[in-house]
Structure formats: C-alpha cells, structure tokens
C-alpha cells in the first residue's frame, strides 16, 4: 500500500482492508501508521540481510559471492525505488521513521561484508577498506540500470573489477 500510494496517501483504513482484517485488530498491533511503516521498514531490513548472509555462506566463487552478498542490499534498494512512482516520498519517510533500522542494516551489512571479504580475499589491500570501497562502488550500480537483472550485472562488474585491480595493485 505504500508503494502503491506512497506514505501521506496509503491510510490506515485501506491498509486494513488490503490486509482483510479491521482496522481495530491492525491497531492492536500498531500504535498508528508511523509504527507500521517503521514495521515495514525492520521487515525490508530483515529480509535483505538475510538474503546477504545466504548469499555470504554460498560456495560460489570469492568474487561471485561478494557481488550476490552486494546485490542482496543494492540490488533489492534499486527494485524498491523503482517498483513504486512514490519512491521519493517512502525514502524521505523511511530516513524519518525508519532511521534506527537503516542504520543496523548499514551496521551489520558492512560487518557481513567484510567477514565475506576476509574469508576470499588475500590481505594486501585491508579487509575494511575494500569493504568500503565496494559498498561506495554498489551504491553507483543503478546508474544505467532498467532492470534488476542488469543492476545484479553492474555490481558483477564493479566487484570483479576491483578485485582484479586490487590484485594487481598487491603485486606491483
């Protein structure tokens, strides 16, 4: 419903009646439409670091796996923004009312990610920094993106990429 009508306009009543229930038995639940976007918000949070850890726990190749662990967060962002023409709207109410969520998400995504790197990466360039690197990389992946098959691909790309420069930066 939020992706549908955007934050101001997906009420409670209509989420209520999306979901076949009353609107009393949703209020049993949350305090009022602020706590059940934040709801919504942990659930997205909850399923992408999910979907990184499967993906870091794979036995594919080292540079496949961080690309899968990568497109877990930015792959999935990328698909939220574009699967609604109130992205805008959700994004600004997502920093407001689902900031302690986003903030675990990046917290716990970069410690993933790092583990992901130390357990397939030789240590001539530090485990942290690449992390970040790759992460500031991700987060450029949407540019030219019109599907998420081809986002998934330009963060294959950058993270191949890099870790190949990366490696040539160790021998040089």
Not at 12 to 20: F, G, L, M, T
Not at 40 to 58: C, G, W
């Amino acid at each position: 419903m939020f992706r549908r009508y955007g934050f101001r306009r997906a009420s409670v009543d209509a989420i209520a009646s999306e979901a076949s229930v009353a609107k009393p038995t949703l209020y049993a639940y949350f305090a009022d439409k602020d706590a059940l976007f934040r709801a919504v918000v942990e659930h997205e949070v909850d399923e992408i670091l999910s979907a990184a850890r499967r993906a870091a726990s794979s036995r594919k190749p080292p540079v496949e796996r961080i690309a899968d662990v990568l497109s877990a967060k930015f792959t999935r962002a990328w698909e939220l923004v574009h699967s609604s023409p109130h992205a805008a709207e959700l994004l600004d109410s997502q920093n407001a009312l689902g900031a302690a969520a986003i903030a675990k998400l990046d917290r716990e995504f970069l410690a993933l990610l790092i583990e992901a790197i130390e357990g397939a990466h030789a240590k001539h360039v530090p485990a942290r920094d690449l992390a970040r690197v790759l992460l500031r990389a991700a987060a450029g992946a949407a540019y030219d993106a019109t599907s998420s098959a081809m986002h998934r691909k330009h963060v294959a790309e950058l993270v191949s990429v890099i870790f190949t420069g990366s490696r040539a930066l160790a021998k040089s």
